[in-house]
C-alpha cells in the first residue's frame, strides 16, 4: 500500500483524489491547500483524509510515501524540489517546471534520493493514443511524414500563464510518445493576445524533427469549436484520434499517394489511392485511472515511469524554445540538446 499525500484541490485536484482515494494499491493520508473551502469539500466527501493549509504538515508526514502536486505550473518546481529533499515518491502535474534548468535539477535530486519522478503528461495514459502508437510501431501506417494536432475551446482563460504553456504540453507530449525516438531539432511559434495582454490565448506551433517530420499544434481558448484532434500521416495509412467522440476515438484512413507502374510520363506516375476506413474497437478507461496506476506501480516496482523526469524536461525544452520563437514573432529557433 502507498501512501499519498496531495498538494492543490482547485481545479485538477478533486479528479486525482478521487482517484488516489478509489483505486486499491492507494492509501489517500492527507490533502493540502491555501483555500479554505477547499478543504471543506474534501473532508465532506473523504471523512477520512487529513486535510492542512500547510505544505510542511504533508512533507514533513513520515507515513507518506508519495507526493501528488496540482498546483500553478509556477509553483511546480519548489514543491516537488521540497518533497523530493524529504524523501518522498513525486507525481507533478504539467509542465514539469517553467525551465529546462529546475526540470533537470529535479531529475538529479530525484535520482540521489532515489525517489520516483513522474509528470502527469495523461494522454500518453489514453487508450486510443496507446492504440495509434501501436499501429505506428507496427508499422501499420508505414513511415511517418507529419501529424498535427488541435486543442482548442472557448474558456478556460488563464491569467497566469498563454494557451502555449496551458495546454501544448498535452499534444508535445504525445508526439514524443508517438514518434518514439525521432528527436525535435527546431521550433517555431506565432501567437496572439486577444483577451489580456500579454497572455496568448491562440498559438500555431510548428515543431521540426529529424528524418523529415514535421508537427503542427494549433492551441486555443479564444475559439467557437471544442476540438480535441491528433492526425497522423504515414505513406502507407493515416489516423485520426479525436477524443471528443464518444466512442469512435479512432479513424484508420487508407488513403495515399502511390506509384502507378503503368505510366513513367513525368507528372503522370503518381496516384491517389483511396480505400476503406477503418473504425477499430477499442476498450476504454479513464486516462487518469490508468495515470495513477502506473505511478503506484512504478513506485511498488522501483520502476521508471513512462512520462518521467526526462520526458518532461523533453516537453519542457521545446516549451521553451517555442516561448522565444513566440516572443520574437515566430522565428525559428533551435532545440537545445541535453
Not at 481545479?11 to 478521487?18: A, E
Not at 488516489?20 to 471543506?40: H, I, W
Not at 498546483?71 to 502535474?93: F, I, N, P
Not at 477499442?282 to 515511469?305: D, T, V, W, Y
Request: glycine share 8%; net charge negative; hydrophobic share 40%.
Amino acid at each position: 500500500m502507498v501512501n499519498i499525500g496531495v498538494i492543490g484541490y482547485g481545479y485538477w485536484g478533486p479528479n486525482l483524489v478521487r482517484n488516489f482515494e478509489q483505486m486499491p494499491g492507494s492509501n489517500l493520508v492527507a490533502c493540502c491547500d491555501l483555500n479554505p473551502d477547499n478543504l471543506k469539500k474534501v473532508k465532506a466527501l473523504y471523512p477520512k483524509v487529513e486535510v492542512t493549509k500547510e505544505v510542511e504538515d504533508v512533507l514533513t508526514n513520515p507515513s507518506i510515501d508519495a507526493v501528488v502536486i496540482a498546483t500553478s505550473a509556477v509553483t511546480h518546481y519548489d514543491l516537488a524540489k521540497k518533497a523530493l529533499q524529504a524523501g518522498k515518491h513525486v507525481m507533478v502535474e504539467k509542465p514539469l517546471t517553467l525551465d529546462s534548468d529546475t526540470s533537470r535539477d529535479l531529475i538529479e535530486i530525484a535520482d540521489k534520493a532515489g525517489c520516483i519522478l513522474m509528470v502527469g503528461h495523461l494522454l500518453e495514459y489514453h487508450p486510443a493514443v496507446d492504440y495509434v502508437k501501436s499501429l505506428i510501431d507496427l508499422g501499420s501506417l508505414g513511415d511517418i511524414q507529419y501529424l498535427y494536432t488541435q486543442r482548442l475551446n472557448l474558456g478556460q482563460v488563464r491569467k497566469d500563464e498563454n494557451a502555449l504553456w496551458s495546454l501544448a504540453p498535452h499534444d508535445i507530449s504525445i508526439m514524443f510518445y508517438l514518434l518514439g525516438g525521432k528527436e525535435p531539432v527546431e521550433v517555431s511559434a506565432r501567437g496572439e493576445s486577444y483577451i489580456t495582454e500579454g497572455i496568448e490565448d491562440v498559438v500555431f506551433c510548428s515543431v521540426a524533427f529529424n528524418d523529415k517530420v514535421m508537427a503542427h499544434i494549433h492551441v486555443s481558448w479564444l475559439d467557437p469549436h471544442k476540438i480535441r484532434k491528433i492526425t497522423v500521416v504515414g505513406n502507407k495509412k493515416m489516423a485520426v484520434f479525436d477524443d471528443m467522440e464518444s466512442s469512435e476515438k479512432v479513424r484508420i484512413y487508407d488513403k495515399g499517394v502511390g506509384i502507378n507502374p503503368d505510366y513513367r510520363a513525368y507528372g503522370e506516375d503518381l496516384t491517389l489511392r483511396f480505400g476503406d476506413i477503418t473504425i477499430p474497437g477499442i476498450k476504454m478507461k479513464e486516462p487518469l485511472r490508468a495515470e495513477c496506476e502506473h505511478f503506484i506501480e512504478s513506485i511498488q516496482n522501483g520502476q521508471r515511469p513512462r512520462s518521467d523526469g526526462h520526458g518532461g524536461l523533453r516537453v519542457v525544452k521545446v516549451l521553451e524554445a517555442a516561448q522565444v520563437s513566440l516572443k520574437s514573432g515566430g522565428k525559428p529557433v533551435k532545440i537545445a540538446e541535453g
